[in-house]
């Protein structure tokens, strides 16, 4: 069975403080692909990063990176010095072998950056 | 402009009565998806299309109805006996094909109100 948590329902910090959102998932696939995806307040879901299950390479773009471990089943987003922009609401979603690009997402990480 | 179109934003419904929801898509995708979306949820996958004249059900298929008579156009259907149909749904495509992983687009959504 595929299953993405993420266990942070809400956080709120500061602005310029740094903010790791967690992603726990499950899947009994040897090939899948995982996904972070922004959903800002009007609605529409914004692709941010997508990384297969055979490169664990951490991945940096600007203010955003992502520490992907196998081990742990663990695909985590920080974002460094938080800005007002970035609050939205977060999801992860995995997608493997047997699922036919059927994606599973979490639940989301409503974040807000405080000025 | 390349993208996804859902239409109406806001579609207020009396109970009892079916309604359509738009979506149109101009990236010569194959694929296609409705979501549905609940406060704490995430999205859960209603209906999906890998091709044209065929879909599958997703996890909460029951009390609605797709079609995909053309590549760009998968409309969904909420009929009566959905009980609960008060939501956000979105509607998403991809390159799409068996065994393709690609990130999937999202549009902007359409928030269906029962009274």
């Known amino acids: 069975a595929q299953k993405v948590t993420q266990a942070q329902t809400e956080i709120s910090v500061v602005e310029k403080e740094d903010v790791t959102l967690d992603c726990v998932y499950e899947?009994?696939?040897?090939?899948?692909?995982l996904f972070w995806y922004k959903q800002p307040p009007s609605g529409e879901l914004v692709f941010l990063i997508r990384?297969?299950?055979?490169?664990?390479q951490n991945e940096i773009s600007g203010r955003y990176s992502w520490n992907f471990q196998k081990s742990t089943s663990s695909f985590n987003f920080t974002i460094t010095a938080s800005q007002v922009v970035d609050s939205a609401v977060y999801f992860c979603?995995?997608?493997?072998?047997?699922?036919?690009?059927?994606?599973?997402f979490g639940t989301g990480t409503s974040l807000t950056v405080i000025p | 402009d390349g993208g996804i179109t859902q239409s109406p934003k806001y579609l207020f419904r009396k109970e009892g009565q079916n309604v359509t929801l738009s979506c149109e898509q101009n990236?010569?995708?194959?694929?296609m998806y409705w979501y549905r979306q609940d406060p704490g949820q995430g999205l859960r996958l209603i209906y999906y299309?890998?091709?044209?004249?065929?879909?599958q059900k997703g996890d909460i298929a029951e009390g609605y109805s797709v079609s995909r008579e053309k590549k760009e156009s998968f409309p969904l259907t909420v009929t009566s006996a959905q009980k609960n149909p008060t939501a956000f749904y979105l509607c998403?495509?991809?390159?799409?094909?068996?065994?393709?992983?690609?990130?999937?687009?999202f549009g902007p959504g359409t928030r269906l109100t029962v009274l």
């Open positions: 990236l010569n995708h194959d694929a």
């Open positions: 998403a495509s991809s390159i799409g094909g068996a065994g393709v992983y690609n990130e999937q687009f």
């Open positions: 990384r297969n299950s055979f490169d664990e």
């Open positions: 899947t009994r696939d040897t090939t899948y692909y």
């Open positions: 979603a995995l997608s493997g072998t047997n699922t036919g690009n059927q994606f599973y």
């Open positions: 299309s890998q091709i044209v004249n065929d879909f």
